[in-house]
Every structure is written in structure tokens, then in C-alpha cells.
């Protein structure tokens, strides 16, 4: 099996599944598509015809297939748990989506499975895979952990300056653009999504925090105004500080996500997967744009980067409304590491390669989720231990 495509299942056909993990799978040259499943039949007719694969609509005969090597979960987060304990006691690796779970027993519960167990596990937050955080990622944490000084450092008071004991400690800024006219109606029943996007989307942003700032929670303060607009505020033990700032009644006209890190007298910025900027950093280049997905206009905006990016979606809205179909706004997607995170937890399995994002970075980042949940609620700061 070493150099062989993995086989996986993919359970779960939303929309989702359908346009990141089923193609990514398809498509990929270190893993195969062997099985969807799904509760509907309609979803799963239209994946045989376009992929001639094979469906099951029980997730335990999936799980269970002896052609399944392992499986991708891609259910809504009330139906993860019962997934992950099948593939457990099957002993196959296992990709979900977050968040892996709606509860923090179930959260737990399923850490402990997976402890227990020893099976490899991947949560879906992939931005740890995308390219342009890969690359911004390691030139960060090589200047917290290896600085540089820099030789144009304004320094004004020289050798009189008196030390600090927070001098060096990194700040992390992240802004969040999303529209909620997008989401389904999945994301306003209870049932399903008690938490709402502090939970289902909040986890890729505490995670992005954890990872680059490389040290452990202390407290969590929140506000948010409905369901909507949040604004959360993340304390290390170590002395860094993280601002997550989610708004929802925004565009897709503009870039979702902005990254701004700051440390060691330097700065890394990265716009929407796009491009990143440094300063201050000796060696390391100044600005770096990334190739984007799915490009229908590749005559405009050729330089790429945020400034081509926006020429592109300018163009693609002009198109969607005089077709009359807003699906002709998505085009020139940037790389959010999808397809790379599977080939990368592969590599994993095969240990051929890193943890990509295991099961304990992945508690620690949705706690963090749950204790804004918490200081939103409660309207105080909220200390990690209680979570």
C-alpha cells in the first residue's frame, strides 16, 4: 500500500463535499475517491453519473467497506461523533470537518477515542495547508524563535533604552468579511448549530491564532452583537495576544480574511490567502503573490495578488449580474489548502510526513470557540480552565 492512492469515503455530499473534498479526491494523485455516502439519493445519483463511484446511504457500511482505507467526514456537526467512533473501531484514519464536534463532552469524548486508539485523525482546518500560510507561517516563527536584529531598527534611545519583559512577545490580528446570505438554513436551527458561526466558523481562526502564536490560551473575552458581528480577544500564557474580528453582513465582493503578526521588531501580513507582505525581517521577501483557482478572466489583474484579485472579482460580478446568476462571483478562489491538506495527512498516514492538524490542536482551538461562546454569553472574561 506505500505507493498506492489511498482509498477514502467520503461521508457526507453537501454542498461542501461537492465542491472541495470529492473533486480534491478525484483529482488527487496520493489518495482515490472509492465511496460517497450520503442520505440522499438525488446528491447520490448525480455523484455516480459525474464520478462513477460508488455510494452507500449508511455511513457503517462505508466505514466498514474493506475497499475503504480511510475516511473523510463531511457531515453537518451533529452527526460526527457516531462517524468517528465507527471509523475508530474500524481502525481508519480519519479527515472531519470541523467543528469535530457541537458539544464539549462530545468534544472529549472523541479526543479520548482517538487517544485511545492511536488512529490518525486530521481536522479540516485547512488554512495550516494553504500555500501562502505555509510560507508565512515559517518565516514567522523563524523570526519569534531566531531574530534577526534588524540594522534600520529606529532606536531612539540606543543603549539607554531600558529592557522590557514583554519586549519580543508576538500580537496577532485577524478580520473576518462574511456574507450571511450564503449560509444555509442548517446554520440557524439549534438543533444543529446551537453556537452559530462562534463555533462552526470561529475554530479555523482560534486555530490560526494557536498555530502561529505557538503558545497556550489563558483567557478569552467576547462580544457580539446577535449572531451576526463578534469581536474576541485571546491572552497567552506567555504574554501574546490575539483580536478575532468576525462580521457577517459584509461582501463577497471584498477579500474574506486579513492576517496581520507583529514580533521580534517585525511584521508579517497576509491578505486572503493571496499574498503576504513582510518588514523588518533580514532576508525574508518583501511581498509574495500566490497563484488563485479556478480563474475564468486571466487577462485581468495579471499581477495577481490582492490588487489583481479585486480587478478579477470586479469583473465576475459585472458578469453575474448581467447574466442574471451570482454563482459567476466565484472565480479566482485563493488556495485555502483543501486538496494539499488531504495529500499532506496521506503523507501523514504513511509517515511520510508532519501531524498536519491533530486531534489535541484541534480541542485546543475549538475550547478556545467555546470560552468566547462563554464570555459572549456571560458578558466576562473567561479563564481557560473552565472550558
Known amino acids: 500500500m506505500k505507493n498506492e492512492k489511498l482509498r477514502f469515503a467520503v461521508i457526507g455530499c453537501g454542498m461542501f463535499a461537492r465542491s472541495q473534498h470529492i473533486p480534491n479526491l478525484a483529482r488527487s494523485a496520493k489518495a482515490n475517491l472509492q465511496v460517497c455516502c450520503d442520505v440522499s439519493e438525488e446528491t447520490l445519483a448525480g455523484l455516480r453519473q459525474q464520478y462513477q463511484v460508488r455510494t452507500l446511504t449508511d455511513y457503517r457500511a462505508a466505514v466498514a467497506d474493506p475497499e475503504v482505507d480511510a475516511v473523510c467526514i463531511a457531515t453537518t456537526e451533529s452527526l460526527r461523533l457516531p462517524v468517528i467512533r465507527a471509523a475508530v473501531e474500524a481502525g481508519k484514519p480519519i479527515y472531519c470537518e470541523k467543528p469535530i464536534g457541537k458539544t464539549l463532552e462530545e468534544l472529549y469524548a472523541i479526543q479520548k477515542l482517538l487517544h485511545e486508539s492511536k488512529v490518525p485523525f486530521c481536522a479540516g482546518h485547512n488554512r495550516r495547508s494553504a500555500p501562502a500560510m505555509l510560507e508565512a507561517h515559517g518565516i514567522f516563527r523563524q523570526q519569534m524563535e531566531h531574530p534577526k536584529p534588524c540594522p534600520w531598527r529606529f532606536n531612539r534611545e540606543g543603549e539607554q533604552r531600558k529592557d522590557l519583559p514583554e519586549d519580543g512577545v508576538a500580537g496577532m490580528s485577524v478580520r473576518i468579511n462574511d456574507d450571511w446570505y450564503s449560509w444555509k438554513s442548517w446554520v440557524f436551527d439549534k438543533a444543529q448549530a446551537p453556537h452559530g458561526a462562534m463555533l462552526f466558523e470561529m475554530t479555523h481562526f482560534t486555530d490560526m491564532c ?96 490582492l490588487t489583481g484579485w479585486l480587478k478579477k472579482k470586479e469583473a465576475a460580478c459585472r458578469e453575474a449580474a448581467e447574466k442574471g446568476d451570482s454563482r459567476l462571483i466565484f472565480t479566482a478562489e485563493p488556495d485555502r489548502g483543501h486538496a494539499r491538506a488531504m495529500d499532506r495527512f496521506v503523507d501523514e498516514i504513511r509517515g511520510e510526513g508532519p501531524v498536519v492538524c491533530g486531534i489535541d490542536d484541534t480541542v485546543l482551538a475549538t475550547r478556545v470557540a467555546f470560552a468566547a461562546i462563554k464570555s459572549a454569553q456571560e458578558g466576562r472574561l473567561v479563564r481557560m480552565e473552565e472550558i
Open 210 to 305: 494557536n498555530w502561529f502564536l505557538k503558545a497556550e490560551p489563558e483567557c478569552v473575552t467576547a462580544m457580539e452583537s446577535g449572531m451576526l458581528n463578534h469581536a474576541t480577544m485571546i491572552r497567552y500564557r506567555t504574554g501574546e495576544m490575539a483580536t478575532i474580528m468576525m462580521g457577517s453582513n459584509g461582501t463577497f465582493g471584498y477579500p474574506k480574511e486579513s492576517y496581520e503578526l507583529f514580533g521580534n521588531g517585525s511584521a508579517v501580513v497576509i491578505q486572503h490567502l493571496l499574498e503576504y507582505r513582510t518588514a523588518g525581517i533580514e532576508g525574508a521577501l518583501p511581498h509574495k503573490v500566490f497563484p488563485v483557482l479556478g480563474d475564468r478572466h486571466p487577462d485581468i489583474g495579471t499581477e495577481l495578488g
